[in-house]
């Protein structure tokens, strides 16, 4: 069974400061794609990064990286320069082809707090 | 101009009533999903309609029932509300997932708030 494991609950970061998200998952397939989204306190999902399990090169997107370790199935989330606007709930997901890549299996979530 | 859509925005509602929740997007997608966030935050694909037709039908009870009357829209109608279904509930598209093989995000609905009394 395909899994998604966040071992952070919740962590506080100083504005301007780097953090990273941890993400590890499980799964048999070779081909898969893992995303973060991230949810403010207003509630709604944004889509933030993507990276493919063949893409040889870490995604990047403006403030947010992705650390990928596919030997050790870690894809960790970094945002540098933390701003305030980046305290919310962050989730990390797969798809594959075992759901015939339908459906976003979420892991539990990490909530941030950005402190000025 | 917002591409996935959700009414309505909170439903507040007694035990035992039957509600629907109505989803449309404007993105040209054929995939459309329903998503269940609880009360820890927890994520959980419920169903997915590929070009009107069920694709992922998850161990949701009988009571939920999707409708797709066409790829821009997917509804969830909910029998005999239960207090257990209190829950924000997430509509999302995207373009095909077999095609894209996996690239193409999910764009999420702003949820559903759903209260049963």
């Known amino acids: 069974a395909q899994k998604i494991t966040q071992t952070q609950p919740g962590m506080f970061v100083q504005e301007k400061e780097a953090v990273t998200l941890d993400c590890t998952y499980d799964?048999?397939?070779?081909?898969?794609?893992l995303f973060w989204y991230k949810q403010p306190s207003s509630g709604e999902m944004i889509f933030l990064i993507y990276?493919?399990?063949?893409?040889?090169q870490n995604a990047t997107e403006g403030r947010y990286s992705l650390n990928f370790q596919k030997a050790r199935k870690s894809a960790n989330l970094v945002i540098s320069a933390s701003q305030l606007g980046d305290s919310a709930m962050y989730f990390c997901a797969m798809r594959s082809p075992t759901d015939s890549w339908g459906k976003l299996q979420f892991g539990a979530g990490t909530q941030v707090v950005v402190t000025p | 101009d917002t591409a996935v859509s959700q009414t309505p925005k909170y439903l507040v509602t007694q035990m035992g009533n039957d509600k629907s929740i109505k989803c449309e997007q404007n993105l040209g997608h054929d995939t459309m999903y329903w998503y269940k966030q609880d009360s820890k935050k927890f994520l959980k694909i419920m169903f997915s309609y590929n070009n009107k037709e069920l694709i992922i039908n998850e161990t949701v009870p009988n009571r939920f029932s999707p409708k797709s009357p066409d790829k821009a829209h997917l509804n969830l109608h909910i029998n005999s509300l239960e207090l257990g279904d209190s829950a924000v509930y997430f509509c999302?598209?995207?373009?095909?997932?077999?095609?894209?093989?996996?690239?193409?995000?999910?764009?999420f609905g702003p949820g559903t708030r759903l209260t049963v009394l």
């Open positions: 990276q493919g399990s063949y893409d040889q």
């Open positions: 999302a598209s995207s373009l095909r997932p077999i095609q894209d093989r996996g690239y193409n995000e999910q764009f």
């Open positions: 799964t048999s397939d070779p081909s898969y794609g």
